[in-house]
């Protein structure tokens, strides 16, 4: 008898404002880096540049590129691996990291294959996980420095980025669930099939400087299949996914 059963879904989960709260003290604290670093560099080269100058080519790089480390490599020639370990060297992490108690047990009860894909870092999203007690859930682990497409870095919402992916890993769109708190990666994960869950419960920081427009209504878009306020919700909302 032909087996029917549909195969398990690919789960892609973001880290931060998805399973943590980086909002409450870890965006406020890479903030603070991202600005000294910043300033030096658009600099005169002894004087920083002013808080102004530097939150508009921030805020202006992540609306643009979808983060600002696009714009300051395009722009200022910064060395990626140098702008990513200044910004997210935090001290005493674990002191602030915020999260929900129950995740692992969460990761567990979710059927298929789950992949951390994430924007920071490998050494921060590492130490946020291990923290976390989270990285045995995970069989794979993609990192910002992992988001390459024909040499160019090409982190969330890069389609091209996205569909190198699912290649790399065998999984059709259709099998894969992006899990997220950024509608922008959201949006371009669903026009490429992939089924998309949107985490709202942290979105009072919805970019690393907190200037960002944030949604001016909670409504679940078109290309969201699922809005949940906590992960947690998700064996609830499975039937949503199907």
């Not at 951390?116 to 682990?141: E, I, Q, W």
Request: hydrophobic share 40%; charged share 25%.
């Amino acid at each position: 008898m032909p087996n029917h059963t549909s195969p398990s879904p690919v789960w892609l989960f973001d880290l931060d404002n998805t399973l943590h709260d980086a909002s409450h003290a870890i965006f406020p604290a890479i903030s603070a880096n991202m600005n000294t670093y910043i300033a030096r560099v658009l600099g005169d080269g002894a004087t920083p540049a002013s808080q102004d100058v530097v939150d508009a080519a921030r805020l202006g790089y992540w609306k643009r590129y979808g983060a600002t480390l696009l714009g300051m490599i395009r722009h200022h020639q910064v060395c990626p691996k140098d702008f990513l370990h200044v910004t997210h060297d935090l001290q005493e992490l674990q002191k602030l990291v915020r999260a929900e108690k129950g995740l692992g047990a969460l990761l567990r009860r979710l059927p298929g294959r789950k992949i951390l894909l994430t924007n920071a870092p490998t050494r921060y999203s590492t130490d946020v996980m291990r923290h976390l007690g989270l990285g045995r859930h995970f069989s794979h682990h993609v990192a910002i420095e992992h988001m390459h497409v024909h040499r160019q870095l090409r982190p969330k919402p890069s389609s091209l980025m996205l569909r190198r992916l699912l290649r790399k890993h065998g999984v059709a769109a259709r099998r894969c669930i992006l899990v997220e708190d950024t509608l922008a990666n959201l949006k371009s994960a669903s026009r490429l099939g992939v089924r998309t869950v949107w985490v709202t419960q942290y979105l009072r920081m919805s970019d690393p400087i907190g200037k960002a427009s944030l949604p001016r209504t909670l409504k679940r878009p078109g290309y969201v299949d699922v809005k949940v306020k906590s992960v947690r919700q998700l064996p609830a909302r499975l039937h949503r996914l199907r």
